[in-house]
């Protein structure tokens, strides 16, 4: 039998010993500058970026006025940036956050789904709830937009069509923060009906190290702009409540818990990620000047490939301590098991961290 030979851009599954899966990796690792430090697959390639894009979508609404005028909070900010769980703290904050822009659930564009967490769905079908569009795992983004459309003076119908002033101005942070012209960026619709960007994972990652740059700049006193300062309170946010970004033993939420506001990461569906690492040893030791920025896509759209993966990169670049990084080893360490809790396969790491420098 000839042995197949695989790229260096793999995670491979097997089951007895053959081959079940491959799953292509790739994966950016920059500064705040957008020096590319590490790669895995093509850092170059082009991604729907999907949720992940949350922290510039929110950093749109926070610019027209509409939080401030909204007085939404730190806890608000954080749903605005989330694809949770829609767990009941989750869903009466969205609600809370419409009542505070004079806005109804009617006036939500994202429509009911299911929970991301099976057991919370499960509870719903006991009770016998219907999920509407206040329990999308987007909603806090939604009733982020509608204030936004307010605080901008244009109709809350149709916020979520790509020429409504709002979507334009998130057209222009998302640019303005990747650093690339408009025709660098690609536009799709996004499953919470509302415009998704696509661009390179080295811009996505440098985007992150931003946030996270502007976090550390804003609690020194040194954030000159008001974008860098809204950035910052965006990453803080985040960190401050990962509970609400997440949700009950989710990775953004164990991520951001474990690591106790040195990172922040946020989930975009099928299988792309970003992390922003705030400056420190970490950072200083791989190359970075300043923050540092992490982005991967899993070709396939595996989440639970994508997870073991970038808990695997966060311990081959040596950020945070053991301790840490202790916190994901159930997604780290992957078992193939079956209905018996029996082991029926490994998961082998393949891909190659490439060094820029």
């Not at 829609?86 to 419409?98: C, K, N, T, Y």
């Amino acid at each position: 039998m000839t042995r197949t030979t695989y790229g260096d851009n793999l995670v491979v599954t097997d089951r007895g010993g053959v081959v079940e899966n491959t799953h292509e990796i790739h994966a950016a690792v920059t500064d705040a500058d957008g020096r590319l430090l590490f790669y895995v697959g093509n850092p170059h390639r082009i991604t729907l970026i999907r949720s992940a894009a949350k922290p510039m979508q929110a950093l749109a609404v926070v610019e027209t006025g509409g939080a401030d005028q909204s007085s939404f909070d730190s806890v608000d900010l954080a749903l605005m940036c989330a694809s949770h769980s829609s767990e009941e703290r989750h869903v009466q904050r969205a609600r809370q956050m419409l009542d505070k822009v004079g806005a109804t659930e009617d006036d939500l564009r994202c429509g009911g789904q299911p929970s991301i967490t099976p057991q919370v769905t499960e509870g719903w079908w006991r009770d016998g709830v219907t999920p509407t569009a206040v329990y999308n795992c987007c909603s806090g983004k939604h009733a982020g937009m509608l204030a936004g459309a307010k605080a901008l003076g244009a109709p809350l119908t149709d916020y979520h069509v790509q020429d409504h002033p709002i979507q334009q101005r998130v057209k222009r942070a998302v640019e303005e923060v990747a650093n690339l012209a408009p025709d660098e960026i690609i536009w799709g619709i996004d499953g919470c009906n509302m415009p998704a960007p696509a661009y390179p994972l080295t811009a996505l990652s440098q985007s992150y190290a931003l946030f996270a740059k502007a976090s550390s700049d804003l609690a020194r006193d040194a954030a000159t702009t008001e974008r860098e300062r809204w950035m910052g309170r965006i990453y803080d946010a985040m960190a401050r409540h990962p509970e609400q970004v997440g949700g009950d033993g989710r990775f953004c939420t164990i991520l951001m818990e474990a690591f106790e506001g040195r990172l922040i990461g946020k989930l975009g569906a099928d299988a792309c990620y970003a992390i922003g690492v705030k400056e420190s040893e970490d950072t200083r030791r791989l190359g970075a000047k300043g923050a540092l920025g992490l982005a991967v896509k899993v070709g396939d759209g595996s989440y639970s490939i994508l997870y073991a993966v970038l808990a695997h990169l966060l311990e081959q670049l040596g950020i945070g301590s053991p301790g840490e990084r202790e916190a994901l080893r159930a997604f780290h360490e992957l078992k193939m098991v079956n209905s018996m809790g029996v082991q029926t396969g490994t998961v082998n790491f393949q891909y190659k961290l490439h060094s820029v420098l």
